[in-house]
């Protein structure tokens, strides 16, 4: 049977009928039908399903519903009942009163099929052309991008716990892919230590036996490793994903001493964080801070226009691990909207992203201008007063010297690679001239003579410009608007349920926050086309106080 390419049917009269008189004063799903249509057609997704086989559910119906259930936040079987049950869904989908509606698992089925086909963003980027198309969102206005933090759905483990549950994870799965296998190669001790959950063992309290244990799941890894690994066992273990997972957690976690003794990793001797796993179930999980905060998940940004004559709408959804830096994003962020037709004039965002290479990436490969402010030196000269930042050093790239504000001047010019792979300066004064500097201790805490460290020159002569910016009424009044980025991360998270992930990996909490996205577009603009005013940015008394 052929994929279900029918034409979108009409709402069924009796359907009309019963919804209108069950909602006299409007609905939004109806006002949604009446005036957007059925946002999708089964053209869109032809490529996602086979030409042969079992009859499909009509796609466009699938992506609607999917939208709609995130819009309300809910899970499955709670979306499956609502096709079934309610008259505003049956009448937004075109359905029958009598229409039994489907299986909760087809809306799994179809989130697999998008994201087996790459086609995650798909619903998104549909709904974005049809406001295009009805000038709901256009190029060139002004757009603002801020960022939360997501937690995943994963417990929180401590080292030990996070190395014993990975054993155990790969113990299962080779217990049901290979029983026979398994059961030659484990100590009967092992049933002991890893048949049940790490979080129900009562862990040592003392740091050397916490090491011991540590150290002892560290050498039963290895040992299950090789086994897995020998000549003689079956290929097919090392392709499986909880092995595989085993195999990079040991990586990270361990090393072996020239004793050929398995060790912690210990500070120093530790990864960068963006590789660090932090759970065998979910391996794109990160541990994070931010302003104090600690999580274990990832990151997401979301871009919005804000111009006045149109409604703010949701252009861009970036997620990442949650150790990516926010001035990383900006770049692929511009890429994108610049795919979609719509990349702004402006872009406001906070000083998280204003880094030297995004500010010049943004005028130069986007005709975009960044807004925001410039990302602070957090030096302890910067922050102590009268001591000597990096402001006060006169710095010729041509010439590649500097001059300090004794009058000292350096040709110790060095290029290397900075933080995260960005080309970085670094210059070095004597160690006798500075030793012998009458203001020394407003310069340095160093034996040595003072280092300074600063970007290329294109990337700080941006930098340099966005302070002084910063510091003009025109940039205080243009900066306002990206306030309100703020209240759509806060509806985002707070209700509709962003800050949590429902699933597993990178690929499918990004496909949960497109649909998130996408969701609350359609609301702003249901709301927008029967009028209703946009919600401002709540403003407290004691701020609008200080504003007076
Ligand atoms: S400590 Fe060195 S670099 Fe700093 S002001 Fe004195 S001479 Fe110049």
Not at 113 to 141: N, P, W, Y
Not at 143 to 164: A, C, K, M, P, Y
Not at 181 to 205: A, G, I, M
Not at 416 to 428: C, D, F, L, N, Y
């Amino acid at each position: 049977m052929t994929l279900h390419r029918r034409y979108i049917p009409d709402v069924p009269e009796a359907t009309v009928k019963v919804a209108k008189a069950a909602f006299r004063k409007g609905n939004r799903y109806m006002q949604m039908r009446d005036e957007l249509g059925t946002l999708f057609n089964d053209e869109q997704f032809a490529d996602l399903f086979p030409n042969v086989g079992q009859r499909a559910e009509s796609p466009w119906r699938l992506a609607l519903v999917t939208v709609m259930q995130f819009a309300e936040n809910m899970t499955d079987r709670q979306t499956a009942d609502a096709v079934r049950g309610r008259i505003d869904w049956k009448y937004a989908l075109s359905l029958e009163l009598t229409d039994e509606g489907f299986d909760f698992s087809v809306l799994s089925e179809f989130r697999t099929r998008l994201l087996s086909s790459g086609a995650e963003a798909r619903l998104f980027d549909i709904m974005l052309v049809g406001f295009q198309e009805r000038k709901l969102l256009k190029a060139g206005g002004k757009q603002r991008t801020d960022s939360t933090h997501i937690l995943s759905n994963v417990r929180e483990l401590n080292r030990i716990e996070f190395v014993g549950e990975t054993l155990r994870a790969a113990l299962n799965e080779l217990a049901s892919v290979a029983p026979a296998w398994l059961k030659t190669v484990v100590p009967n001790d092992w049933f002991d230590l890893y048949s049940r959950p790490f979080s129900e063992y009562r862990l040592p309290q003392k740091e050397a036996e916490r090491l011991e244990l540590g150290e002892r799941i560290g050498r039963d890894g290895i040992d299950l490793l090789t086994h897995i690994y020998a000549q003689t066992s079956p290929s097919e273990l090392r392709r499986l994903t909880q092995v595989e997972v085993l195999r990079r957690v040991w990586v990270l976690q361990y090393y072996q001493d020239e004793d050929e003794q398995t060790r912690w990793r210990r500070t120093g001797n530790v990864p960068p964080g963006e590789r660090i796993l932090t759970s065998p179930y979910d391996t794109d999980a990160r541990l994070s801070k931010k302003r104090g905060s600690e999580w274990v998940g990832y990151k997401v940004h979301l871009s919005e226009t804000c111009d006045e004559d149109t409604p703010h709408l949701i252009t861009h959804v970036e997620t990442t691990l949650a150790t990516a830096a926010d001035s990383e994003v900006v770049e692929p962020i511009h890429a994108e909207l610049k795919r979609k037709n719509c990349l702004p004039a402006q872009h406001l965002v906070d000083n998280g992203y204003g880094s030297g290479a995004a500010l010049v990436s943004s005028h130069r490969d986007y005709a975009v201008d960044l807004v925001g402010p410039a990302r602070p030196d957090v030096s302890w000269q910067a922050n102590t007063e009268g001591a000597y930042d990096l402001s006060c050093f006169q710095i010729d790239f041509e010439a590649r010297t500097v001059t300090c504000p004794q009058g000292h001047t350096t040709r110790q010019w060095y290029e290397r690679t900075g933080s995260r792979g960005k080309p970085a300066i670094s210059v070095q004064f004597s160690t006798s001239v500075c030793r012998a500097c009458p203001v020394r201790e407003r310069c340095t805490t160093a034996k040595a003579g003072r280092q300074i460290g600063f970007i290329p020159e294109p990337e700080f002569r941006a930098l340099e410009a966005a302070r002084q910016r910063e510091q003009t009424e025109d940039f205080r009044q243009v900066y306002k608007k990206r306030a309100g980025v703020e209240g759509t991360i806060s509806q985002a998270v707070g209700v509709l349920g962003m800050r949590r992930t429902r699933y597993r990996g990178l690929d499918k909490v990004h496909l949960q926050h497109l649909m998130t996205a996408a969701a609350m577009n359609l609301m702003r603009v249901v709301d927008w086309l029967s009028g209703k005013e946009r919600s401002s940015t709540r403003v407290s008394a004691f701020a609008r106080l200080a504003m007076a």
